[in-house]
């Protein structure tokens, strides 16, 4: 894989060594001091931050307002963008935003239905899909053009990423089929719905790997600490398209309950460690959902610490 | 064919409550197949007006019929003795005939009885579900046969998305997965290379997006 883009994160794919990323959730009111501190929490242990888009369908600070922030506190922030609340014309003109300000990485999403959100009565937009966005990027990017057919000279230099749900129905092959899709659509790095049922990745990674796609395709593989039995017990029953076998919950339930967070972690390092020997892993996405403060350590005892520091 | 259900008794009846003669209008096309608004619920909504109104202690003439279709100008033409003698007219059709009964008789109050819900499918009786939103541009040829834009909570036309479970949307467990449907249906027909070519944006303008729609048969018009 070569660089292509002035982004980090495809510098540090592309240079072999394992790609760390993370995100950030925006705060739901006015306060721009939480990603600026959340953002300095992480900063030294990640190559990429990502800015989720009003995830599971709560509103939040805008993610373009906080990538600027996070760029212009010199790091390297990932836009994340969903379809749901945004037609064409917003979507390309907010990619046209991050990238004036210099943000060079992307992650599109088709996003929660916001049935799940504290809006559950809203209209939706779903103009375009996650794939569809993949597909507008790379034009906006690679021919300098608008869906609307409109050309124009300074270009989105944008490194282009998606999520992948090896987990989800109705099978891993067409879990693998629909990465294709993704992958013809021109997506360069995936990151990965949180990994518990490491056999079934594995299976997942075994296809991608018999069809060259982990030659076209960056797969971070997503992490996401338990913080106690109550969030596994959560995550296996209600999240849909989230696979946790009975044996985490067994594990992490089988400790004291103060001794919950500490298993979590020390699961989430393991799972990493083991991930490391999987051929087509390039990296790691850590979503320490509104625990950020445990990114260092997963990082650091995941044997990803210190961040090669690139030219 | 359209789908609908009764409002609520309260609600037609906060409606007409101030009115002394009204009249039930039910039609006797989609709505009666969905046994929301023919003319045997036309019937029982004018008896249960009749009662409210007795039980209330007022004088009400609460009178009821029902035309072949509302949605067609001739038939609504043979109410045009009975309007006259009506305060307000609930109309038991889908929301297409409830206006068109409205723009014949420009100053009469018109409500409407039902809730007019899609363009769907007799599952069972008493279970019926949405398979069409009317987009303009039909491509069921290219999915299976299994409509993305009605079938998918989020009209993907790459799908189905990551929360997709156990042949379920990710809004309920009542829901199946329009894009599982579609993904079973290519493996049946021996087409599942279609599944991994990207469909391009869809042009919206078919749809309610480019407007209030209108079709013009030059073809049939003389
Ligand atoms: S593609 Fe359009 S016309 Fe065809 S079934 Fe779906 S909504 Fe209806
Ligand atoms: S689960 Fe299936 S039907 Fe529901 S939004 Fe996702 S792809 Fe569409």
Redesign the pocket.
């Known amino acids: 894989m070569s660089v292509t883009t002035p982004s980090k994160l495809q510098k540090m794919i592309a240079s072999g060594n394992f790609a760390v990323t993370s995100e950030v959730g925006p705060p739901r009111s006015a306060d721009g001091a939480v990603i600026e501190h959340k953002g300095n929490l992480i900063k030294d242990y990640v190559d990429a931050i990502n800015v989720t888009d009003n995830q599971t369908s709560v509103c939040r600070v805008c993610s373009l307002a906080c990538c600027i922030r996070l760029k212009l506190m010199g790091l390297e922030p990932c836009l994340q963008m969903v379809t749901r609340d945004r037609n064409c014309i917003a979507l390309q003109s907010d990619i046209l935003g991050a990238a004036s300000f210099g943000i060079h990485n992307i992650l599109c999403l088709t996003g929660d239905h916001q049935h799940f959100g504290d809006h559950p009565k809203c209209a939706n937009v779903f103009d375009l899909d996650s794939i569809q966005l993949i597909q507008t990027v790379k034009m906006m990017r690679d021919e300098g053009k608008l869906l609307g057919g409109h050309e124009f000279a300074v270009r989105p230099q944008m490194f282009i990423g998606a999520a992948a749900n090896p987990f989800a129905g109705p099978n891993v092959a067409m879990r693998v089929s629909r990465l294709a899709k993704k992958v013809a659509a021109g997506v360069q790095f995936i990151q990965t719905q949180c990994i518990y049922n490491l056999d079934k990745f594995k299976e997942f990674m075994k296809l991608m790997v018999d069809r060259g796609l982990h030659e076209k395709v960056a797969i971070l593989a997503g992490i996401t600490p338990m913080k106690n039995v109550g969030m596994a017990k959560y995550m296996q029953k209600r999240v849909p398209g989230m696979d946790v076998p009975d044996d985490i919950i067994r594990r992490i339930g089988g400790v004291p309950k103060e001794k919950q967070a500490e298993e979590g972690i020390t699961l989430a390092v393991e799972q990493i460690q083991e991930l490391k020997e999987v051929e087509g892993v390039r990296g790691f996405h850590i979503m320490a959902i509104e625990w950020e403060e445990k990114v260092q350590e997963i990082v650091e005892r995941g044997g990803l610490y210190p961040r090669p520091q690139l030219a | 064919m359209i789908k609908a259900v009764p409002k609520p008794l309260e609600e037609v009846l906060d409606l007409v409550k101030d009115f002394t003669k009204v009249l039930i209008v039910g039609c006797d096309g989609c709505v009666t197949v969905c046994e929301a608004g023919g003319s045997k619920e036309a019937k029982v909504l004018a008896s249960a007006l009749r009662l409210y109104f007795t039980q209330a202690g007022k004088q009400a003439q609460i009178d009821e019929t029902s035309l072949t279709r509302q949605c067609e100008k001739e038939y609504l033409a043979q109410l045009s003795d009975k309007m006259d003698a009506y305060d307000a007219v609930v109309s038991l059709a889908c929301g297409c005939g409830v206006q068109y009964m409205a723009e014949m008789y420009n100053n009469k109050i018109i409500y409407p009885g039902v809730d007019t819900c899609f363009l769907g499918v007799n599952e069972e009786r008493g279970l019926y579900a949405e ?10 040829a290219e999915t299976g046969g299994v ?1 993305p ?2 079938r998918c909570s989020k009209r993907m036309l790459n799908g189905p998305c990551g929360g997709s479970d156990q042949g379920k949307c990710e809004i309920s467990k009542d829901v199946p997965c329009g894009w599982e449907l579609i993904y079973e249906r290519l493996k049946t027909l021996g087409q599942l290379d279609r599944f991994e070519k990207p469909v391009d944006p869809k042009d919206w303008t078919t749809s309610r997006d480019g407007g209030p729609r209108t079709i013009v048969r030059e073809d049939l018009r003389i």
């Open positions: 398979r069409c939103q009317a987009c303009g541009r039909c491509i069921l409509c834009i009605a």
